[in-house]
């Protein structure tokens, strides 16, 4: 069975400083991989994805992922975080071998931004 | 930009009641899923549907949960005798297969 580990519960950041969200994942072959942000009180926001190729992908709001399938690891970084970057932000993998595959989640992140 | 629709927003219901949580996907979208997402906990994968009816359920799914797509454009999940547990937050998702899903906002659920 797949699953999603995200070793950080609680991260604190400086505007302005850099940020890496870590997330690991067991999964049998090269899953597909995501990132979801959730902003209090609202729902799961798509940051980005990765389906194959460049293991570097790009999203929204200058985020970006590293897919390293050595590691078995799809870490989320962004170089310079602002106030409204505070969230959760949970990694999710799909299986890519059928189709209407479930999402699994983990744990989730939550990010907090110091001014 | 199409989006996913919840309603209602937030449901209070008492321990026992039916309650009816709906959903209109994404229209070009024919795969459907719910989740919820227990007060501070992770997102949880309750079940996927395609073709009218279900392809994926996992083991909170159980008798209580139904969903059904009632016509062309609403996705419901119904639970039939509402417990204190059910307390979460639901959302909805659509997809067209595979790739990325496409999350509602979510409806709060509160059972008291």
């Known amino acids: 069975a797949q699953s999603v580990t995200q070793p950080d519960i609680h991260i604190t950041v400086s505007e302005g400083a850099s940020l890496e969200l870590r997330c690991n994942y067991s999964?049998?072959?090269?899953?597909?991989l995501f990132w979801y942000v959730q902003s209090p009180g609202q729902g799961l926001q798509l940051l980005l994805k990765y389906f194959s190729g460049d293991t570097l992908v790009q999203g929204i709001k200058g985020f970006e992922a590293e897919f390293k399938r050595s590691q078995s690891s799809f870490n989320l970084r962004k170089p310079s975080v602002h106030w409204s970057d505070a969230a959760e932000y949970f990694c999710?993998?799909?299986?890519?071998?059928?189709?209407?595959?479930?999402?699994?989640f983990g744990t989730g992140t939550r990010l907090q931004v110091t001014l | 930009e199409p989006e996913v629709t919840q309603t209602p927003s937030h449901q209070v219901t008492q321990m026992g009641q039916e309650v009816i949580l709906r959903c209109v996907p994404i229209s070009n979208h024919l795969y459907f899923y719910w989740y919820r997402q227990i007060l501070g906990q992770k997102v949880e994968f309750l079940v996927s549907f395609y073709n009218n009816e279900i392809s994926e359920k996992s083991e909170i799914f159980d008798d209580q949960f139904s969903v059904e797509r009632p016509d062309g454009s609403n996705f419901t999940l119904k639970i039939r005798s509402t417990k204190l547990e059910d307390s979460a937050m639901y959302f909805c998702?659509?997809?067209?297969?595979?790739?990325?899903?496409?999350f509602g906002p979510g409806t709060r659920l509160t059972v008291t």
């Open positions: 999710a993998v799909g299986d890519p071998s059928g189709t209407a595959s479930k999402l699994t």
């Open positions: 998702a659509s997809n067209t297969g595979t790739y990325e899903q496409y």
């Open positions: 999964y049998g072959a090269t899953p597909y």
